[in-house]
């Protein structure tokens, strides 16, 4: 590893960890504890602990595995609510504070799972390091968007910066190890590419998610707004109606004729703290329902203890108009308004005017029942004043609505927020599930890649190694045929040699009659002195060619018996035969084109030797006879063929 790299490598997780465990003295959490734990296993690695490093790195995973379960676990196994019972003793805040972001939490483990796989290739460290880095990259894109996630899906940018330390302290510790390794870039390849497609449809998929129940509680909270405008527009129509029921009377109600109308209104808007008749001097006749509050206000002139109502109620007492008071606090207490409509007769003559109180707090507990209180909190507010609320407001989400609401000439705000248990408990976990399946079959990808890779790579080094061999075997095979070839053969003339002549003498001792020739070319020596050895080797070559191609027509042997003597193995021929196929090969020599330096032919002396008894062949003595043949040959003046005595095995 180059000085420069090595230096890095070494100093890298020092700084991670001295970044992580800052990390947790600043902000002790899970997804920081974790961090320092995996900054820590690689330190440790690198010292060479490896029981410490196997230690940190099992803790490390074992921290985040319940946050990691619980972002799979479906709503109807292990609700949101349980999740957060059993964290509560530990953590006052929520669940989704206390456990790690879930980008974070992958990340971490794969991380983690990386350093206890030492390395290795084969096993998929180098894709995990690369899914780590994709998904710090993917925390990096998330945390710019607009939308308001409902989860936490990445962690702060501190964390993210410690774990890229981490992150290419493990590369740089691992990248001479996975040089030239042609199968690890062929199987990386592939498994990045679904990698990314993954982690791109998993980003698709929970976007659409969230957005999609995001959109589903909007829906409720509008059709409760709409629900609410519905009524507010009803009750005002119903007492509108009320109001005119006295045109069919020229005196004032009584008090049981009031009491009689009011009290089926009363039973249809049970938000209306009561229905009371006004007469033209603004004090209060009647009043429904019955009730110690009521009866209380009977009596009383609203012109001196509600003032804040009187430039609405005058314009109905004139019978000129209805209307409705601000946002008020009603005499029994309670925050509303005060509807007033004129009560004329039948001539149009005003006798007075119908007050209906509409108690904010109850309207908002009648109209929201639809809405559990676990779920959320709605709220009716007259800008900064808050008029009426319903729900649990503890642990709300990160979600909240407005919508105006007409009353007559004003409008209100009404103001919803779903408690995060409650949203969580509604959404899909699909995305999840898909992002934690999609990595695992990535995983798997890559290591059926790789396993092929490697196999392809000894398959092809099998078969190199087979091609080698078979070469040497042919190689060794050849050589071993030549060095059987020239221990059977003249290496200088190509014929039969010594050896190779008494292995077929051997094989053709059975046969009767046979011959043996001696062959000597005649002054040789000369040759060589006057002419040169190039040119007595190439004399000794054409006759042991002319030899060989003379004596195998006969069905014989020739070889080379030493120097310039050669010897014929001549079965089935009696010595008259023998004779003949001699003399034939010495006449041909005598009339070649081969001659000594003083122009004479070349010639040769041969002598003979023929046994025709059937016993065993004595080839020692057989020779001893033919060279005494030949002996005689060149004592009788040479270029001649002598015969030595019949059946030699018996006169020598």
């Known amino acids: 590893m180059p000085f420069p790299i090595a230096r890095a490598a070494h100093w890298l997780p020092i700084i991670a960890a001295f970044c992580a465990v800052t990390l947790v003295a600043l902000h002790p959490n899970i997804s920081s504890i974790a961090l320092m734990l995996v900054a820590l296993a690689q330190l440790s690695t690198l010292s060479g602990y490896r029981w410490l490093t196997y230690l940190l790195c099992s803790s490390a995973i074992g921290l985040l595995l319940p946050g990691f379960i619980s972002y799979l676990t479906p709503e109807n196994w292990v609700t949101t609510a349980n999740w957060q019972a059993l964290v509560s003793w530990a953590h006052p805040a929520t669940f989704?504070?206390?456990?790690?972001?879930?980008?974070?939490?992958?990340?971490?483990q794969l991380s983690a799972l990386s350093i206890l796989l030492h390395q290795r290739a084969r096993l998929g460290a180098p894709l995990l390091l690369v899914a780590t880095l994709l998904l710090i990259g993917?925390?990096?894109?998330?945390?710019?968007?607009?939308?308001?996630?409902l989860l936490r899906y990445e962690a702060d940018w501190p964390s993210l910066l410690t774990l890229g330390i981490v992150?290419?302290?493990?590369?740089?510790?691992?990248?001479?190890?996975?040089?030239?390794?042609?199968?690890?870039?062929?199987?990386?390849?592939?498994?990045?590419?679904?990698?990314?497609?993954?982690?791109?449809?998993?980003?698709?998929?929970?976007?659409?998610?969230?957005q999609t129940l995001y959109q589903q509680v909007e829906a409720r909270a509008l059709q409760a707004t709409h629900q609410l405008s519905q009524e507010i527009e009803t009750h005002l129509n119903a007492?509108?109606?009320?109001?005119?029921?006295?045109?069919?009377?020229?005196?004032?109600?009584?008090?049981?004729?009031?009491?009689?109308?009011?009290?089926?209104?009363?039973?249809?808007?049970?938000?209306?703290?009561?229905?009371?008749?006004?007469?033209?001097?603004?004090v209060i006749r009647h009043v429904?329902?019955?009730?110690?509050?009521?009866?209380?206000?009977?009596?009383?002139?609203?012109?001196?203890?509600?003032?804040?109502?009187?430039?609405?109620?005058?314009?109905?007492?004139?019978?000129?108009?209805?209307?409705?008071t601000d946002v008020i606090e009603l005499l029994q207490g309670d925050p509303g308004v005060i509807h007033y409509f004129p009560v004329l007769n039948a001539q149009g003559v005003p006798l007075g005017a119908a007050a209906m109180a509409v108690s904010f707090p109850m309207f908002a507990?009648?109209?929201?029942?639809?809405?559990?209180?676990?779920?959320?909190?709605?709220?009716?507010?007259?800008?900064?004043?808050?008029?009426?609320?319903?729900?649990?407001?503890?642990?709300?989400?990160?979600?909240?609505?407005?919508?105006?609401?007409?009353?007559?000439?004003?409008?209100?705000?009404l103001s919803y927020q779903p408690r995060w248990e409650y949203l969580v408990s509604q959404l899909s976990r699909l995305p999840t599930i898909?992002?934690?399946?999609?990595?695992?079959?990535?995983?798997?990808?890559?290591?059926?890649?790789?396993?092929?890779?490697?196999?392809?790579q000894q398959h092809s080094a099998m078969q190199n190694s087979n091609?080698?061999?078979?070469?040497?075997?042919?190689?060794?095979?050849?050589?071993?045929?030549?060095?059987?070839?020239?221990?059977?053969?003249?290496?200088?003339?190509?014929?039969?040699?010594?050896?190779?002549?008494?292995?077929?003498?051997?094989?053709?001792?059975?046969?009767?009659?046979?011959?043996?020739?001696?062959?000597?070319?005649?002054?040789?020596?000369?040759?060589?002195?006057?002419?040169?050895?190039?040119?007595?080797?190439?004399?000794?070559?054409?006759?042991?060619?002319?030899?060989?191609?003379?004596?195998e027509q006969y069905g014989g042997i020739f070889a080379r018996y030493g120097g310039e003597e050669f010897v014929a193995w001549l079965p089935s021929h009696h010595q008259p035969s023998a004779f003949q196929v001699a003399d034939e090969l010495r006449q041909k020599l005598a009339a070649s084109s081969l001659s000594h330096a003083d122009g004479k032919p070349l010639t040769l002396s041969a002598g003979i030797v023929t046994i025709s008894h059937p016993e065993n062949v004595d080839l020692a003595r057989m020779m001893q006879a033919a060279d005494e043949a030949l002996y005689r040959a060149k004592h009788n003046g040479r270029n001649r063929v002598e015969c030595g005595e019949r059946n030699t095995t018996e006169g020598a």
């Open 239 to 282: 007492m509108r109606g009320f109001a005119r029921i006295w045109q069919l009377q020229t005196t004032l109600p009584t008090s049981q004729q009031w009491t009689d109308q009011a009290a089926g209104y009363r039973q249809d808007f049970t938000y209306l703290i009561n229905i009371a008749f006004i007469t033209p001097d603004s």
């Open 288 to 324: 429904y329902p019955i009730n110690t509050p009521n009866l209380s206000l009977l009596g009383r002139r609203l012109f001196d203890v509600q003032p804040a109502g009187r430039n609405v109620l005058e314009p109905a007492l004139r019978g000129q108009q209805e209307g409705s």
């Open 434 to 456: 898909s992002l934690v399946t999609g990595l695992i079959l990535t995983y798997l990808l890559y290591l059926v890649l790789y396993t092929f890779q490697r196999l392809g």
């Open 365 to 413: 507990e009648t109209l929201f029942a639809q809405l559990p209180a676990e779920e959320g909190a709605v709220r009716w507010h007259d800008g900064t004043k808050l008029l009426a609320h319903h729900g649990d407001a503890t642990l709300p989400g990160p979600w909240a609505y407005d919508y105006p609401v007409n009353l007559l000439d004003k409008t209100l705000t």
């Open 96 to 108: 989704e504070s206390f456990r790690a972001p879930l980008l974070m939490t992958l990340a971490l």
């Open 467 to 551: 091609i080698h061999l078979q070469q040497e075997i042919h190689q060794r095979s050849k050589l071993q045929q030549e060095v059987e070839w020239l221990a059977r053969h003249d290496e200088l003339t190509g014929i039969a040699n010594r050896r190779h002549f008494l292995e077929q003498v051997e094989a053709l001792q059975g046969v009767r009659p046979i011959s043996l020739v001696l062959f000597d070319i005649d002054y040789f020596k000369r040759i060589n002195d006057q002419l040169g050895h190039l040119v007595g080797d190439e004399h000794l070559l054409f006759f042991a060619q002319l030899g060989k191609s003379h004596i």
């Open 167 to 210: 992150l290419l302290g493990q590369y740089l510790q691992s990248v001479q190890h996975w040089r030239d390794k042609h199968c690890l870039t062929k199987a990386l390849w592939p498994a990045c590419g679904l990698l990314v497609a993954v982690l791109l449809l998993w980003e698709k998929l929970h976007n659409e998610a969230e």
């Open 138 to 149: 993917l925390q990096l894109a998330a945390s710019s968007q607009a939308f308001t996630p």
